[in-house]
């Protein structure tokens, strides 16, 4: 491995010199080298093909302090193009094997790892980042993590977003040898959720093929998954995220594969049905990675102009390569100024619970309610359920301070195409008959 001066090189150039693209708040200079690797702290959201690649390039552009976090095991069929694991490391956290392999190789970098559902940690955990990056083959994970950071947004009284409660994502994701990689400013340019019809549908098969006539292996596993797991296990969700759950659709679909003689169901591929996960290429997440490298040195130092907003990469036939910018919505349910819930003052928390579960525009089940980082109500762990239970027969007027209005953030679960998803959502909750004059006073006081 070459030394770091070598290493700085084509850093210093972009870091160390003026230009007509820079940002309006750039600085060049040594001090801005160093500072992005004393205080700039980046999350990486995935440790597979994706993830491999942007912790490297992330810690050869002079970011020192990374974390990462992954839930999954490394398997075999992860070697192929996850760079950074070897045979010996088969069954063993994906996060922590990644960021070991990483600071062996870069001097001075610190990776810590966290083997953990996303939805485990809280948002004081994310709060902690100045930039996320996501390097993840899911959408609901990705819907996840972007109302995570859209929730740190606020707006002030003409709606209006604060700049500096923006959480900036770089979001990567690869398809084959097509790709794309994204900057989402919460507030100014579209979060993941205005632009959710970029993704294609996901497929669907009759159920009548699936329960009689199943030709694939994809048919015998889309049965385990949306007939038989209901069969076996009533009432019961299905968590497409618990290595358990998938276990078992797996060995019933391979039951079922089995008894019509068909080849092919494999517990990688019932992943990627049940998940609508696509195989990615090597070649392809290096590309894309280092457009998502790119954009993330450039928000931390502002060496440059980001990216507006959307570039897409295509090397089916030559490389074709575009960026196109979306515009935001601004009616978004994510990242504008909240859903607004206008309720009565006497209305009890374990009330307003059960409206979110009618409410048409959030269904939010088994819901954890938090009011200015103070958790009002948590349905998990059970040590902070039992903590926050007694709120649940007081007012939320009461347990919100007695103003007038303010946002809460609520996560739950909620019900995307028959699946249960965990999901986030940031409300404007207004009392009525509250005056804003006295809402103010309160709000000071309380202060």
């Known amino acids: 491995m070459a030394d770091s001066t070598s290493r700085s090189r084509d ?37 597979g093909g994706l993830g491999c690649e942007l912790l490297k390039d992330l810690a050869l552009s002079g970011f020192k302090n990374l974390d990462v976090i992954d839930m999954d095991r490394i398997e075999v069929t992860n070697l192929n193009r996850q760079f950074l694991f070897r045979l010996e490391d088969v069954g063993k956290p994906k996060a922590e094997v990644a960021a070991k392999r990483v600071m062996e190789r870069v001097s001075d970098v610190n990776i810590v790892p966290h083997f953990c559902r996303i939805e ?78 970029l993704f294609p549908p996901q497929v669907k098969f009759p159920l009548c093929t699936l329960a009689e006539t199943p030709r694939t292996a994809a048919h015998c596993i889309e049965y385990a998954h949306l007939i038989k797991w209901d069969e ?10 618990e290595p358990e759950h998938m276990q078992w659709v797996y ?46 040195l450039k928000i931390a130092s502002g060496c440059s102009k980001t990216l507006s907003n959307y570039l897409t990469y295509n090397g089916v036939e030559g490389v074709h390569i575009e960026a196109t910018e979306f515009m935001r919505d601004k009616d978004c349910l994510v990242c ?39 958790n009002l109500y948590m349905q998990a762990p059970p040590v902070l359920e039992e903590m926050t239970r007694s709120n649940l027969s007081l007012p939320l007027f009461d347990l919100m301070g007695k103003v007038s209005r303010d946002t809460i953030h609520v996560a739950g679960m909620s019900s995307v195409n028959n699946m249960k998803a965990s999901s986030m959502r940031k409300l404007r909750v207004s009392f009525k008959g509250v005056v804003d004059d006295v809402a103010d006073m309160d709000m000071a006081g309380g202060a």
């Open 251 to 296: 060995r019933e679909a391979d039951k079922r594969a089995e008894l019509f003689g068909i080849p092919g169901v494999t517990y990688s591929l019932t992943q990627g049905v049940v998940k609508n996960i696509i195989p990615a290429i090597a070649s392809t997440n290096a590309i894309i990675s280092a457009a998502c490298a790119l954009e993330t």
């Open 120 to 197: 485990d940690k809280e948002l004081d955990f994310y709060s902690d980042f100045n930039i996320i990056v996501l390097g993840l083959d899911s959408i609901e994970a990705r819907s996840y993590i972007n109302a995570v950071a859209c929730s740190f947004l606020e707006y002030d009284a003409d709606d209006n977003p604060k700049e500096e409660t923006m959480k900036p994502m770089v979001d990567g994701g690869t398809e084959g040898f097509q790709g794309h990689a994204r900057v989402i400013l919460p507030g100014l340019t579209p979060c993941f959720e205005c632009t959710i019809w």
């Open 11 to 47: 850093l210093d150039k972009l870091l160390l010199r003026p230009g007509n693209l820079v940002g309006p708040s750039f600085e060049p200079g040594p001090e801005l080298r160093d500072d992005l690797g004393e205080f700039a702290r980046v999350l990486v959201v995935g440790a």
């Open 336 to 374: 504008g100024p909240g859903i607004l819930i206008e309720i009565d003052t006497t209305l009890t928390l374990q009330k307003f619970i059960e409206i979110l579960k009618e409410h048409p525009k959030l269904l939010l089940s088994k819901a954890s309610i938090t009011h200015r980082g103070k």
């Open 232 to 241: 076996v296990h009533r009432g019961k969700a299905f968590d497409p995220d």
